[in-house]
């Protein structure tokens, strides 16, 4: 079941603006920025899949916390580079790089790509954690192609370079509500929210 107060397991601002609004939809939910958490960890994403990291991540904090936690994880799949970054986009460039420097890293590895071969996606898994151990996953999709520079101001990460297939612009150039439409964070989390509500349903409430 869809928890009253959760805690938002991510140290990326960006990333958590993003998780609070999108748990907004599930109804009247409590958000706790794990900062809030006293001894919180930082998890690092050493796990060979997206599920792995998210999964590790929400269960560190669920344990901290003493409260449900919610975490994911997520990447940018391009074909052309045989599925890379990946699982390692967020450390693609350097374990200190800046959004500007993967991006940089990114357009000069697809410098000779033709616009027909710059296809991608983001793919994304999120994780809501109990402190017992249970833990509900859900995937988000969202397909696209690379751009040949970056465009727009909003959003972080690899948002200024990847052009959304349902938008025809680069995240990074719409608002965040018109991105939450469609991106593939937005879709994990509501395909997550569907799950926890038919869990309710078949299963007789209890503590969370």
């Known amino acids: 079941m869809i928890p009253a107060r959760l805690v938002v397991a991510s140290w990326n601002p960006g990333k958590v603006a993003e998780l609070v609004a ?21 998890v690092p994403e050493g796990g060979g899949t997206y599920g792995e990291n998210a999964i590790a991540k ?52 697809l410098a000779d790509v033709p616009d027909a071969r710059r296809t991608a996606r983001f793919r994304c898994v999120v994780a809501l954690a109990w402190p017992d151990g249970r833990v509900e996953t859900a995937e988000g999709v969202c397909e696209g192609r690379i751009a040949r520079a970056p465009r727009g101001a909003r959003g ?29 964070r937005a879709r994990a989390m509501r395909a997550l929210g569907a799950a926890l509500r038919r869990r309710a349903l078949r299963v007789p409430a209890g503590p969370c």
Do not use: H, I, M, Q
């Open 58 to 109: 929400a269960r560190a904090a669920a344990r901290a916390s003493g409260l449900p936690a919610l975490a994911d994880d997520s990447g940018l799949e391009v074909d052309a580079l045989g599925g890379a970054p990946g699982v390692r986009s967020a450390r693609w460039a350097g374990d200190d790089a800046s959004d500007a420097d993967r991006n940089a890293r990114l357009l000069a590895a």
């Open 156 to 184: 972080f990460g690899y948002d200024p370079v990847f052009v959304a297939d349902d938008l025809g612009v680069t995240f990074a150039e719409v608002p965040a509500g018109e991105k939450r439409r469609v991106d593939f």
């Open 22 to 42: 999108l748990v907004r939809e599930w109804g009247g939910v409590e958000c706790v920025p794990l900062a809030a958490v006293p001894g919180a960890p930082r």
